[in-house]
């Protein structure tokens, strides 16, 4: 857990007062919507399709139990009762009040939690591996990076006011939990050949209307260097990034239209002559952000306990200890994720009163902290395993051991036109049907690691375009239709997925996907083989004709 500092906890208490101010102001009618909106979004406050939706940062997606509490508690006194986690590390509220909205943030800013840049068109929050620090193999802990890029762009007044919103991603681990390649900068950490550690960059990756997938830009940024370099791509897009075209404003269109050598000369070029700019970190500033966070004082513990052993007779818990929990790099410890999947359930969605049991259980199992992903589940990173039967039986109980981690029904969806007034369809729904089709885990087991991403428009907040299989809602004469892609990826391999034919109406969708995963079972050769390399193999003429076979 990484501790706020004095400067932070100021920042923070004065954009409370700030925005309090402002709320008042447009209340009274002093500010007119028009000139609230900007405010609004710099504090992460959207108008939706119901209400006022607030969205609220989680740095690099740690949270500490009494972090959690909070969000427990702004959602049970100004919300209805429950939160909704992205894709990106955040959670949403869809249903506060614009008069609560200083108390909420006042109360979040309390225990160190902000919205400041979660909307808007500025550097949003930076998000990392859900297993940041804990995940074997790792170069190092992530979140150290990812600390000092939020601290650097809070508030920065050059980039406060860019061309389009702007989103990083950090790993340090070889497979890519943090989906880096589909950002507008992605940083991998590894080491070079002398030892020193830094950053692949990648640059121009975004999905939406028109996606990409990132372009490495430099093999090889040392640590020192990586805030002025990330800084020297900020000033090049700001310079040339089309502010007249909000569809043409993203830096993947810049990288796009110049061309990633052109772009790199321009980077280079702007980064010569900044010649560090004052941004070359030194080795104690980042020990001194690193010194700020604090580890588990973990203890020696056997590899395999015997409470694990006498646990493996029960096959419910071993299905989920096979699908839910992963190695950790201290022996005798596990990942746990927690399932935010239930079968009929809205993906995502966390009640408060699941948020506070969540809370208890970290401080009792995990050392008081809990992880947000990208796949909108949550982890426990610090659980002893002697510790994981006592802690299956209290998730069950609240109803979030569904032990279908990266299987079928584990489906991304954003919150689709039950919520966004720029959404064109209904993504909830979809997914609730689809959990029900394939409620089976033992059917699940079988069809293997699957990834449904759902989008209700094409703004692609559900990341439809790097499902395995995509499912996009748009709006056709009146009618919601439904376009499928398959074999899209967002790991280390990212890819955009194919289209496999016309869209299909909303009543069909189900039975469509259904379809797709019948094909991959008589298609693949072999159990093993995963359904992107089925696609891979095969490409989609297969699965185009088994979907349009009788259409």
Known sequence: MYAYDELDRTLINERVSEFRDQVKRRLSGELTEDEFKMLRLQNGVYLQLHAYMFRVAIPYGTLSSKQLRRLAHVGRRYDRGYGHFTTRQNIQFNWIKLSDLPDALADLADVGIHAMQTSGNNMRNVTSDQWAGVAPGEVEDPRIWSEILRQHTTLHPEFSFLPRKFKIAITASEHDRAAIKVHDIGLRLHKNADGETGFEVLVGGGLGRTPFIAKAIKPFVHGRDILSYVEAILRVYNQ???????????????????????????????????????????????????????????????????????????????????????????QGYSIVTLSLKPVGGPPGDATADQMDAVADLADKYSFGEIRVGHEQNLALPHVAKRDLPKLWKALDRLGLATPNVNLVTDIIACPGLDYCSLANARSIPIAQELTRRFANHGTAEMIGRLHINISGCINACGHHHVGHIGILGVEKNGEEVYQITIGGRADENAQIGALIGPAVPYAEVADVIEDIVEAYLALRDRPEELFVDTVKRLGVEPFKERVYATR
């Open 240 to 330: 040339y990034g089309r502010r007249d075209n909000i569809y043409k404003a993203r830096i993947k269109i810049l990288v796009h239209e110049l061309g990633i050598e052109k772009f790199s000369r321009e980077v280079d070029e702007e980064w010569k002559q900044m010649d560090g700019g004052g941004l070359t970190l030194d080795h104690s500033v980042v020990e001194e952000v690193r010194s700020r966070f604090s580890y588990p004082a973990y203890e020696k513990l056997p590899h395999m306990p015997d409470e694990l052993k006498q646990a493996a007779a029960d096959p419910q818990f071993e299905r989920w200890r096979k699908n839910s929990v992963a190695p950790h790099k201290v």
